[in-house]
């Protein structure tokens, strides 16, 4: 008896006889249904099965290593869902992945033969409008983006009650089943992964997409460790899309929350229509975390008492798990699990900065020991509900007791530590060390630009640089003692393209032009005149408004304030130190074997401005003093007299001259040239793509 390919089949006459269901027989009819193989090869298999005997194991085994079928499609097949295995023009080879909102199958293009991923959404899901819409709208956000770190979207389509679209295939793991099967991971091997996701994110980031779901299994390295890609934008939300439209389709109910509770951040627990990338950051410190330790951030039995320990307990430890990081690493996770979003990065791109100088640190590392306890698995996304008397709950009374015990203890030791330290301060620091006892710079209000300006105090500091600072140039000294009469605001960010065009009516910048998000990024390419004209106009703009006195308005920085605000306090070449760290700190260009900076790569230097408030602010909440562009100051710019002591009030600089001082230094000078008291000079017709300014508000003075 043979087995033909178009009619009923049976195996022999004793099981038709018994009446018995022959697996092999009701396999091949399974096969033949799919519609997967070619006549010729399932004419080929009757054969076998006739001649030889075949058991089912011995068949599925067979074809598998003729490699006709993969173990997936047969198991699919002999379950009865070999028709399943057919998606449009696509055939399903494998099962990827499963998420919240469907599955990913590699999958092969019947006519072009590529090679790639498809993502499917699940049948059940298709019953709710709203998801089905959310799946379109993942689609929609998936195909913006065009980026090595980010997987590419090629085709999207419907077919019968299945919607689907085609990626791209990573030949690898995420990073879940990576530290599932390696252990913890070295620490420059862990950064470098983490920074180009950080890049991805950036990019989703200037597309004006938020991930919320951000997790190791979102993530995705190639079996050779040089592709990173992030995945599965599921949880997306479009930020140029009106709240009010989110809220009309919104699927998670009040007292429920949407994500992943092992690396929520504490916003995105209360209300996850409301978060911004500082979310993400958040989840990417967090699998940092994961992927150095094999721990989840923080453990517990329930969800909800994982979402109470984001938002309430500070960020975990690294280095009892991690003896061998290095202690800025650990820095750098608590600066990415910060509770308070505005204390995060606040680009991915930060992220990217900080982490470079650590993915090439001391070379390869040695295998990490696991922890005592084996590697906690990431709970999948899910939608979990929050108590309803959760105010009440226990773990929240103890939370609320342990922390408010802290709290007071804490406060308690360090005002003693504050008080004993500025009395030693006061005590001990000579000239160049003034006290940093700082008054309450929180004063401060936002003008009808955006610009927020920072009120200083009056007080004094030391102006210029003692001989035997590095870089020092002799036009920084002599060094003298300068005081302030009143108070006065400072910008706390250089002006933006964009605001230097709502009151000029036009945008000089020349560089900045050709870079992503060039609105936000610091004017550049403009006279001195110029930014004199944008502070009149100003000043005449809000002349009613509530901060408006007379005799004051908007204004350059004498070369004195703009000095005091980059010191804020500090006697150090730099308002964070003696060194400078590229990225977090201030943009700069990096050099080989400067001892005045740390991170960067001299081989790739920056090639625009980078946008506004980015790095880090110094102790007057200022950004940007330190590189970036360099700022037009008031005064004209002359030598110091050497002759010239005592303590200088409310100066103004010399009376006339050629030149205008410049201050700051920028992403195309070395750190040196971005010191506090470095100095510079331009004539005021100058246009320069790395020279722009900001404003203070103040009592006015006729420029010399």
């Known amino acids: 008896m043979c087995y033909n ?111 790639c991923a498809i993502k499917v959404i ?47 295939l990573v030949d690898g793991l995420d990073l879940t089943k990576l530290v ?58 479009i930020l140029d899309e009106p709240p009010e439209a989110e809220k009309g389709k919104r699927l998670t109910r009040e007292g429920y929350v949407l994500g992943t509770p092992d690396f929520l951040a504490p916003e995105q627990a209360r209300n996850p229509t409301l978060v911004d990338i500082r979310a993400d950051i958040y989840s990417l410190g ?11 951030p923080y453990e517990a039995s329930t969800p909800t008492e994982k979402l109470l320990r984001h938002c309430t307990e500070p960020p975990p430890p690294l280095l009892p798990y991690r003896p061998d990081a290095p202690p800025q690493l650990e820095q750098i996770i608590h600066w990415c699990m910060a509770k308070q979003p505005e204390q995060r990065p606040q680009t991915p791109l930060q ?49 609320r007791q342990q922390l408010w015990g802290r709290w007071i203890v804490t406060t308690l030791i360090l005002a003693l530590a504050v008080l004993m330290g500025v009395a030693l301060l006061r005590k001990m620091l000579p000239l160049w060390q003034t006290p940093l006892a700082l008054a309450p710079y929180a004063e401060s209000f936002t003008n009808t630009l955006g610009l927020r300006m920072v009120r200083l ?23 003298v003692r300068v005081r302030f009469s009143q108070p006065w605001w400072i910008a706390a960010t250089e002006v933006t393209t964009e605001q230097f065009q709502q009151i000029m009516g036009y945008n000089p910048s020349r560089s900045g032009k050709l870079a992503a998000q060039h609105a936000r990024r610091p004017v550049e390419s403009v006279r001195w005149d110029e ?58 260009q990096p050099v080989e074997d400067d001892p005045l900076q740390t991170g960067g790569d001299p081989a790739r230097p920056p090639a625009f401005p980078e946008p506004v408030g980015q790095t880090q602010p110094n102790r007057f909440g200022l950004h940007d003093l330190h590189g970036n562009v360099a700022e037009w100051c008031l005064d004209w710019y002359a030598p110091r007299d050497p002759a010239r002591g005592g303590e200088w009030t409310d100066p103004t600089g010399p009376a006339d001259g050629e030149r205008r001082v410049v201050r700051g230094g920028s992403f195309r000078l070395p750190a040196a040239r971005c010191r506090s008291a470095a100095r510079d000079s331009w004539r005021p017709t100058e246009r320069r793509d790395d020279l722009g300014f900001r404003i203070v508000f103040a009592p006015l003075r006729q420029a010399p």
């Open 457 to 479: 105090p009056a007080d004094t500091f030391v102006m210029g640089s003692p001989d035997i600072e590095p870089g020092r140039r002799d036009d920084e000294g002599p060094a």
């Open 180 to 237: 599932r099967q390696q252990g913890p991971l070295p620490i420059p091997q862990a950064c470098e992964y983490i920074r180009l996701a950080a890049l991805g994110l950036q990019h989703a980031y200037e597309q004006g997409l938020v991930h919320r779901d951000l997790k190791p299994s979102n993530i995705l390295v190639s079996h050779d460790g040089r592709q990173v890609k992030l995945v599965d934008l599921g949880l997306a939300r």
């Open 531 to 588: 930014a004199m004209e944008f502070c009149r106009r100003l000043t005449e703009r809000e002349k009613n408004e509530p901060w408006i006195r007379p005799g004051w308005g908007y204004r350059l920085p004498t070369e004195a304030e703009w000095e005091y605000a980059a010191r804020a306090g500090s006697t150090s070449p730099f308002t964070f130190g003696n060194i400078l760290q590229f990225g977090r700190q201030a943009i700069f």
């Open 351 to 399: 992220v990217v900065l900080a982490l470079e100088p650590l993915c090439r640190a001391g070379g390869p590392h040695p295998a990490i020991p696991w922890p005592a306890a084996p590697p906690q698995e990431p709970r999948s996304s899910q939608l979990f509900q929050l108590p309803e008397d959760l105010q009440h709950d226990a773990v929240l009374r103890r939370n």
């Open 5 to 115: 390919i178009v009619g009923n089949h049976s195996r022999d006459s004793d099981a038709a006889m018994k009446g018995a269901i022959d697996p092999v027989e009701a396999f091949f009819g399974q096969l033949r249904g799919s519609g997967l193989l070619s006549p010729q090869q399932l004419q080929e298999i009757g054969q076998w099965i006739v001649q030889q005997r075949l058991s089912l194991a011995a068949l599925l085994a067979a074809i598998e290593r003729r490699g006709w079928l993969t173990s997936f499609q047969l198991r699919e097949i002999a379950q009865g869902r070999g028709r399943s295995l057919r998606i449009g023009p696509y055939v399903l080879l494998d099962l990827l992945g499963e998420g919240g909102m469907g599955r990913v199958y590699r999958a092969q293009h019947t006519r072009m033969g590529r090679l």
């Open 122 to 168: 699940r049948r059940d899901k298709l019953k709710h409008p709203a998801m089905a819409e959310r799946f379109r709208r993942e689609i929609e956000a998936a195909a913006r983006m065009h980026h090595p770190n980010v997987i590419r979207v090629f085709n999207a389509d419907q077919t019968d009650d299945l919607i689907y679209y085609e990626m791209e």
């Open 286 to 296: 967090g699998t940092l975390y994961y992927i150095l330790t094999g721990r989840v």
